[in-house]
């Protein structure tokens, strides 16, 4: 497996060795049975205890907030790359784990028993101060109420089901579910609303969640319609192989030695607020906007055409090796904007390169597994890079640059609103020597969409579908009275 020597500078000087996570398979506590992991529960809620106060988010209501993205992200940095002290082996799992927290999303873990799951969990979680964690094991007969809370008898007695979600999943901040698999059916499919849309939803009753990230870990998969779905929701995933060369069991050896298995708790200067990720978070998710992160038309076609390619080589190799078909869902392709935006922001970066698609790996492959996988997004991210030169990332730029110039033209002819001035937007008008926007029409942008010249069929590709779409835009306005739709 090669290794990408521009890594996202995650943690510094932390750069994988390999994309594979490998811990003994015999490294588990006796005493604890998770490798001397520190317990992770639940806050204690007394009955008819008000919700705990949310975490505060001035930023999002345009308050001022005394805090520097670069010092934060050295602050994570250093609280997690700590963890590979005890962690032994696990740093391209970190890195992953870095990029969930980064995003608000979740982390599937699954390995042979006795591989240090919990104990992985737990101590990452442990790293994150002032939040609400919530634990659980799940088995066949685990029910919802476990999960979501107990039925409130004084709403029932006036005939509305409605659960008590203090101190449950609903109510958590972070989340680690183990034996994930070993629940029903029923049991995964109520948790998609929380994993994914982050609500509760059942009945009359609806609540928002706050969940930041879910780390859920299981000994096996089961392939069913309803787990590929749960599956789904799983932006990252990793397998733990267990690895018992000499040099990883000394390792193993000298962290367990520094604790035999006792809880620890670490200092606070060991932990970060989770305030502080959260700050990431909505950064990196667009929710602050004098703190966007962007991205060129032409790095998010290299996107999709890597994932493409990846899609149609693992699916080679799956066939070959009588393996089942590797699923790549749309909202993965729409969710990868996110840690293409996470990787910029490590790099200290307000916009998205090319030089951060290599980070897709953390979230299309699964980190330790199969290793045709990483071979497969290897080769692809190779031939992308190659495949699509400079010239031709400057005509997607301008081609979609195009496509958003003819539908501000049709929102000027429908209503009358005015046509943003824009760098492409000075650029036609003295191309065509014309005076002001109002001077633009679908023809004007048509005839400079077929003046682009590219060399790649699929950039060509492109052109022919935005000429349609222009062409399309055009008829709409002639047909304005007729249209079903304004």
């Given at each position: 497996?090669?290794?990408?020597?521009?890594?996202?500078?995650?943690?510094?000087?932390?750069?994988?060795?390999?994309?594979?996570?490998?811990?003994?398979?015999?490294?588990?506590?006796?005493?604890?049975?998770?490798?001397?992991?520190?317990?992770?529960v639940?806050p204690?809620?007394?009955?008819?205890?008000?919700?705990?106060?949310?975490?505060?988010?001035?930023?999002?209501?345009?308050?001022?907030?005394?805090?520097?993205p670069?010092?934060?992200?050295?602050?994570?940095r250093?609280?997690?790359?700590?963890?590979?002290?005890?962690?032994?082996?696990?740093?391209?799992?970190?890195?992953?784990?870095?990029y969930?927290?980064?995003?608000?999303?979740n982390?599937?873990?699954?390995?042979?028993?006795?591989?240090?799951?919990?104990?992985?969990?737990?101590?990452?979680?442990s790293?994150?101060?002032?939040?609400?964690?919530?634990?659980?094991?799940?088995?066949?007969?685990?029910?919802?109420?476990?999960?979501?809370?107990s039925?409130?008898t004084g709403?029932?007695?006036?005939?509305?089901?409605?659960?008590?979600?203090?101190?449950?999943?609903?109510d958590?901040?972070?989340?680690?579910?183990?034996?994930f698999?070993?629940?029903n059916?029923m049991?995964?499919?109520a948790?998609?609303?929380?994993?994914?849309?982050?609500?509760?939803?059942?009945g009359?009753?609806?609540?928002?969640?706050?969940?930041?990230?879910?780390?859920?870990?299981?000994?096996?998969l089961?392939?069913?319609?309803?787990?590929?779905?749960?599956?789904?929701?799983?932006?990252?995933?990793?397998?733990?192989?267990?690895?018992?060369?000499?040099?990883?069991?000394?390792?193993?050896?000298?962290?367990?030695a520094?604790?035999?298995?006792?809880?620890?708790?670490?200092d606070?200067?060991?932990?970060?607020p989770?305030?502080?990720?959260?700050?990431?978070?909505?950064?990196?998710?667009?929710?602050?906007?004098?703190?966007?992160?962007?991205?060129?038309?032409?790095?998010?076609?290299?996107?999709?055409?890597?994932?493409?390619?990846?899609?149609?080589?693992?699916?080679?190799?799956?066939?070959a090796?009588?393996?089942?078909?590797?699923?790549?869902?749309?909202?993965?392709?729409?969710?990868?904007r996110?840690?293409?935006?996470?990787?910029?922001?490590?790099?200290?970066?307000?916009?998205?390169?090319?030089?951060?698609?290599s980070?897709?790996?953390?979230?299309?492959?699964?980190?330790?597994?199969w290793?045709?996988?990483?071979?497969?997004?290897?080769?692809?991210?190779n031939?992308?890079?190659?495949?699509?030169?400079?010239?031709?990332?400057?005509?997607?730029?301008?081609?979609?640059?195009?496509?958003?110039?003819?539908?501000?033209?049709m929102?000027?002819?429908?209503?009358?609103?005015?046509?943003?001035?824009?760098?492409?937007?000075?650029?036609v008008l003295?191309?065509?020597?014309l005076?002001?926007?109002?001077?633009v029409?679908?023809?004007?942008?048509?005839?400079?969409?077929?003046?682009?010249?590219?060399?790649?069929?699929?950039?060509?590709?492109?052109?022919?579908?935005?000429?349609r779409?222009?062409?399309?835009?055009?008829?709409?306005?002639?047909?304005?009275?007729?249209?079903?739709?304004?």
């Amino acid at each position: 497996m090669s290794t990408d020597p521009t890594l996202p500078d995650a943690f510094e000087d932390l750069s994988p060795d390999s994309v594979g996570v490998s811990v003994p398979g015999q490294a588990t506590c006796p005493v604890c049975g998770g490798f001397g992991q520190p317990a992770v529960v639940a806050p204690s809620v007394s009955e008819g205890e008000a919700h705990p106060q949310r975490l505060r988010r001035p930023w999002v209501h345009g308050e001022s907030w005394d805090a520097e993205p670069a010092e934060i992200i050295d602050e994570l940095r250093r609280v997690l790359s700590s963890l590979e002290r005890d962690l032994v082996g696990f740093r391209p799992l970190l890195i992953q784990s870095l990029y969930a927290l980064l995003t608000r999303e979740n982390l599937l873990i699954f390995s042979p028993a006795g591989t240090a799951k919990t104990f992985y969990a737990a101590s990452v979680f442990s790293r994150i101060r002032g939040a609400r964690v919530f634990d659980t094991q799940m088995s066949k007969g685990t029910l919802a109420e476990e999960l979501f809370g107990s039925i409130d008898t004084g709403q029932l007695k006036r005939g509305r089901i409605v659960h008590n979600t203090r101190g449950t999943l609903v109510d958590a901040d972070l989340a680690f579910i183990d034996e994930f698999f070993d629940a029903n059916d029923m049991v995964l499919r109520a948790l998609l609303g929380v994993f994914n849309e982050r609500v509760f939803k059942k009945g009359s009753q609806l609540e928002h969640c706050p969940l930041h990230t879910g780390i859920a870990a299981a000994n096996y998969l089961r392939a069913t319609e309803v787990t590929e779905a749960v599956l789904d929701r799983f932006l990252f995933r990793a397998y733990i192989t267990p690895d018992y060369s000499p040099l990883t069991l000394l390792g193993i050896d000298q962290a367990f030695a520094r604790h035999y298995g006792r809880r620890e708790v670490p200092d606070p200067d060991e932990q970060i607020p989770l305030q502080h990720i959260v700050f990431l978070a909505d950064i990196v998710r667009g929710l602050i906007p004098d703190r966007r992160i962007e991205a060129p038309a032409s790095v998010l076609f290299l996107k999709n055409m890597l994932l493409n390619r990846y899609r149609e080589l693992i699916g080679q190799a799956c066939e070959a090796a009588k393996k089942r078909t590797l699923y790549i869902s749309p909202r993965t392709y729409a969710k990868a904007r996110i840690v293409l935006n996470a990787a910029a922001l490590l790099r200290g970066r307000d916009h998205v390169t090319s030089d951060d698609l290599s980070q897709l790996r953390y979230a299309v492959t699964t980190v330790g597994g199969w290793e045709e996988q990483a071979e497969c997004f290897d080769k692809a991210l190779n031939e992308t890079l190659i495949r699509i030169r400079p010239a031709d990332q400057d005509h997607i730029d301008q081609l979609v640059a195009a496509r958003d110039l003819a539908e501000h033209v049709m929102a000027r002819v429908k209503d009358g609103e005015a046509i943003p001035c824009t760098s492409f937007l000075q650029r036609v008008l003295r191309f065509f020597g014309l005076v002001s926007a109002g001077d633009v029409t679908f023809d004007h942008v048509r005839r400079f969409v077929d003046g682009v010249k590219p060399q790649d069929e699929q950039v060509k590709t492109l052109k022919l579908e935005v000429l349609r779409w222009i062409q399309d835009l055009a008829r709409r306005v002639d047909r304005m009275d007729h249209e079903p739709l304004a």
